[in-house]
């Protein structure tokens, strides 16, 4: 009887044992019960990107904050005009013309030591407006310049395929310029200056871009109908490139370039893409070059021969972009560098 009490003890035993394991071995191996992210993925990845604070809207001209990506194919920062988030942002837009003389609309709080305060400008030294207070308020620069720390140019590509050939946009007139201001005759400035020179040899056909709503729906296609443009700058200063030399690159027309020294443009596109008007002693002689190219077919398509190798970027026409491009070049620098350096004295800098 005894034995057998015994015998039934280590049954129940061995029975308890075999649940326990087996309890003990689903406890492990039984998934567990979690809330799944929405988007996973998407959360990792925008919880990586730094924030860039467009702290103004420069001109009142806002767009929408995906056009970086929809545009350029930049998607490296989070862009945000939520002030909100000022003291989560790793850099911070600041438009110098929209800044008041008093300074009263910047930031109040003061700046994190891994914050970037970004100065914004697009104007040349000479029209700069002197806000006292702020020469040394920056840690980085982004500008035309290309001593900034951001500088904004339409650069070249190369091409993958070198081998597909560059057709030559159709031409109907031989020598154009798109102004915005009539009343040519009487403006003042080197660009006008050298206009009244030089129609006086040679003819040019002139559209007045604000009260042409046409012109603006073919920018480009009227551009591309003439065999050269008038790239004349408003002002001449170090680096002042502007859209008006990147507009008949990309159109298929040759640039007559009035800005610069030669040595800028050549910085950033092929000296045999563009024509200087430094090039020539007098606008006659411009005007005797031009001349021999209409003639010679074979010499005016040597302007060409630099998109066997490259293209060229178009750039957004709608008025809204106007900063676009300058806004979302600074997202992709913060999202690939992350130093600053010191400005002891703003206005010394951009008046070198």
């Given amino acids: 009887m005894a034995s057998f009490n015994i015998l039934a003890v280590v049954v129940m035993?061995?029975?308890l044992i075999v649940l326990f394991l087996m309890f003990y071995k689903s406890s492990f191996t039984s998934p567990k019960c979690h809330l799944r992210p929405s988007n996973p993925v998407k959360v990792a990845k925008d919880a990586a990107k730094p924030v860039l604070?467009?702290?103004f809207?420069?001109?009142g001209k806002t767009f929408d904050l995906q056009d970086c990506k929809k545009l350029w194919e930049i998607d490296g920062c989070h862009l945000t005009d939520d002030k909100s988030l000022y003291s989560k942002a790793q850099a911070v837009l600041l438009f110098h013309n929209a800044i008041r003389d008093d300074r009263s609309n910047l930031p109040t709080s003061p700046r994190a030591r891994f914050q970037r305060w970004i100065w914004f400008n697009m104007d040349s030294p000479n029209n700069i407006r002197k806000i006292e207070g702020i020469e040394a308020l920056f840690n980085l620069t982004l500008s035309y310049r290309r001593d900034a720390d951001i500088y904004v140019r339409w650069k070249l590509m190369i091409k993958k395929n070198i081998n597909e050939d560059f057709v030559l946009p159709k031409k109907e007139r031989l020598l154009c310029w798109i102004v915005d201001s009539y009343g040519l005759?009487?403006?003042t400035g080197d660009?006008?200056?050298?206009?009244?020179?030089?129609i006086k040899h040679i003819e040019v056909d002139v559209f007045y871009s604000r009260s042409n709503s046409s012109?603006?729906?073919n920018y480009f296609q009227t551009i591309s109908s003439c065999k050269f443009y008038l790239s004349f700058e408003d002002s001449i200063y170090r680096d002042g490139i502007t859209e008006k030399f990147n507009e008949p690159l990309v159109a298929g027309t040759v640039p007559i370039a009035l800005g610069p020294p030669r040595l800028d443009y050549e910085y950033f596109v092929p000296g045999s893409s563009f024509i200087?008007?430094?090039d020539f002693p007098d606008v006659a002689k411009l005007v005797e070059h031009l001349e021999t190219l209409d003639k010679d077919n074979a010499a005016y398509m040597q302007y060409f021969e630099w998109r066997r190798f490259y293209k060229v970027r178009q750039h957004p026409v709608e008025e809204k972009h106007m900063?676009?491009?300058?806004?979302?070049?600074a997202c992709h620098y913060i999202s690939i560098r992350k130093e600053y350096r010191a400005i002891p004295d703003l206005y010394k800098w951009i008046s070198q």
Wanted: aromatic letters at 18%.
């Fill in 215 to 217: 012109l603006k729906e």
């Fill in 13 to 15: 035993l061995a029975g």
């Fill in 191 to 198: 660009k006008y200056n050298y206009y009244r020179e030089l």
């Fill in 57 to 59: 809207w420069p001109e």
């Fill in 185 to 187: 005759q009487n403006k």
């Fill in 276 to 278: 200087h008007v430094n």
């Fill in 323 to 329: 900063f676009a491009h300058a806004i979302c070049q």
């Fill in 53 to 55: 604070l467009l702290w």
